[in-house]
């Protein structure tokens, strides 16, 4: 049997301590005991090692376990601060938020104006306006350039009130006052031609933390008021489209980040404003509308319901115009419009402006541009109406405004009628100095109007409007002053003086004996207006 060194050593000094114990035994015998005990301390020695080595690994899971724990705390604190920097952040923009929303708090006043004189070349009141053709006998609707041709002087004063609350929630007071008369006079009467009106008043409310999802930033209002949707040809003084009334709503529904709704109720009786020519304050004409917006595109639908309004069979028109109602007008109806606005471009041409309009209504909802406000069309009345306008910067000092505006209709106000009339107009504006401008206007409108037979009420006499067709246009010049930009063609204010020429198909002097065409000193082969207006709005 082997035996190291070491066993050896260790053997020789347990020999000499127990040399005693040691002389009983037999040489072998000492020698297996001493190699037990070797054996016994290398195993213990084994056991120690292992020990030590769990030991060890111990300390380097708890050291890792350690050095986690620490990364953890480390991502914690910093979660923690980027979080008490957003809270803070969020706070510094709700901050900002409500200082902004206050800053638009207080009181509110705006207000729109044009006032001036209009003679003719006798030296005499001069006759004109953009609805002077026999084709606006449809309800005002057709329209020819204003420039030189107004003279009615009319006043718009909106007044206001806004009060954000500590929520952020906030609500919006608006009333808008209005008059308009024909009369030169320093001091106007009340008449047929001058009437106070309040316009408006209603209160719209928004930022409810109680509005989630698509309603989050919605806008609820009620009172009276002209739709927030309505958009407009300034150049013609005519409504592209315009809904207006009593009644309540929600707008700025967003159903995605391009796509929201706005969805009104209104109210409205027929006629035009100060119309004293019937009676008919029970009857409601009730229009329910929905107008949804993706990015530039609009889609406008609305119904109409006027519960009554076939029953009115006395021989008053309810829209002011004399004309004697059908036996068959309409109770409700539908009207639907499909829009384009682009603010950045001239039809995708150039830099500018262009809005379009195809807009098709029956029923009560064939008066296409102000919506609900004519109760004498029949219950089979049909029309479809295109309007586009654009402006457009040219060269270094020009901008051009053209327009159009087409509207066909049919068993209008009597079955079998038809009315077709298109405007066209164009305004120039040449910048000369920083606040002088060159103004020029010219419209040409053609009409085809086939009244079949509708009759109207003139001087107690019962008269026919007369099927007639023609052109008629009108030329402007009007030399300008202006403050502000004087290269913006709709900038205001403005003080013009001008020169109107209009001239007109003969055969539209016979439509009817109380329109302007074919009046006294106001016939067919040239008329003259001079003037000076003056036009704002802020």
Not at 8 to 34: D, K, P, V, W, Y
Not at 87 to 114: C, L, P, S
Not at 121 to 141: E, F, M, T, W, Y
Not at 213 to 231: L, V
Request: aromatic share 12%.
């Amino acid at each position: 049997m082997r035996i190291s060194v070491i066993s050896a050593a260790i053997c020789c000094g347990i020999f000499g301590m127990n040399a005693s114990q040691a002389a009983s035994l037999t040489i072998e015998q000492r020698l297996a005991i001493l190699e037990a005990k070797v054996n016994q301390a290398q195993r213990e020695a084994q056991e120690a090692k292992a020990h030590a080595q769990k030991a060890e690994m111990r300390t380097q899971k708890a050291e890792a376990r350690a050095d986690v724990a620490e990364k953890q705390l480390q991502q914690l604190t910093v979660r923690a601060t980027a979080s008490e920097q957003m809270v803070q952040e969020t706070d510094k923009k709700m901050t900002a938020q409500m200082a902004k929303d206050r800053a638009h708090d207080g009181f509110e006043f705006n207000a729109y104006a044009r006032a001036g004189l209009l003679v003719n070349n006798h030296g005499k009141g001069g006759r004109g306006g953009p609805s002077v053709s026999p084709a606006s006998s449809l309800n005002g609707d057709a329209h020819a350039g204003r420039l030189g041709n107004e003279k009615d002087n009319y006043i718009e004063l909106s007044l206001g009130k806004r009060v954000t609350f500590d929520d952020g929630s906030w609500t919006h007071f608006k009333t808008m006052i209005a008059d308009g008369a024909n009369s030169p006079d320093p001091w106007v009467q009340d008449n047929n031609s001058h009437h106070i009106n309040v316009r408006q008043i209603y209160v719209e409310m928004g930022d409810f933390n109680d509005f989630t999802g698509p309603t989050k930033n919605a806008i609820i209002w009620a009172g009276k008021r002209f739709d927030s949707r309505n958009f407009d040809i300034h150049f013609t003084d005519s409504n592209i489209v315009f809904l207006g009334g009593a009644g309540g709503g929600i707008s700025g529904v967003k159903w995605t980040p391009a796509f929201q709704g706005d969805y009104n109720v209104y109210g409205r009786n027929f006629g035009d404003l100060g119309g004293d020519h019937y009676n008919d304050n029970d009857i409601q004409d009730l229009m329910f509308t929905a107008n949804h917006y993706y990015n530039n595109w609009q889609l406008m639908l609305t119904g109409l319901t006027a519960q009554g309004n076939d029953k009115l069979k006395d021989t008053t028109s309810t829209t002011g115009s004399y004309a004697l109602r059908s036996d068959n007008s309409a109770t409700h109806g539908y009207f639907s419009m499909l829009a384009y606005h682009d603010k950045q471009q001239f039809y995708g041409l150039a830099p500018g402006v262009s809005e379009t309009a195809l807009q098709y209504g029956r029923g009560l909802g064939a008066e296409a541009r102000q919506i609900g406000s004519d109760g004498d069309l029949t219950d089979k009345a049909m029309s479809v109406r295109f309007a586009s306008y654009g402006i457009l910067p040219f060269a270094k000092n020009w901008q051009l405004a053209p327009s159009v505006i087409a509207q066909h209709s049919e068993d209008r106000y009597r079955n079998g009628d038809r009315y077709d009339w298109a405007t066209f107009n164009l305004r120039a504006s040449q910048a000369i100095t920083t606040h002088f401008a060159l103004l020029y206007e010219a419209s040409w409108q053609y009409m085809d109007l086939d009244a079949n037979g509708r009759t109207y009420r003139d001087n107690n006499a019962v008269n026919t409007y007369q099927n007639v067709k023609g052109g008629f246009y009108k030329l402007t010049f009007a030399p300008t002053f202006k403050v502000g930009n004087v290269f913006d063609i709709k900038a205001r204010p403005e003080i013009r003086f001008f020169a109107t020429y209009m001239n007109w198909d003969k055969e539209l002097d016979r439509y009817a004996t109380n329109d302007d065409f074919g009046s006294a000193g106001f016939t067919a082969g040239g008329n003259w207006n001079f003037g000076v207006q003056s036009e704002i709005w802020f």
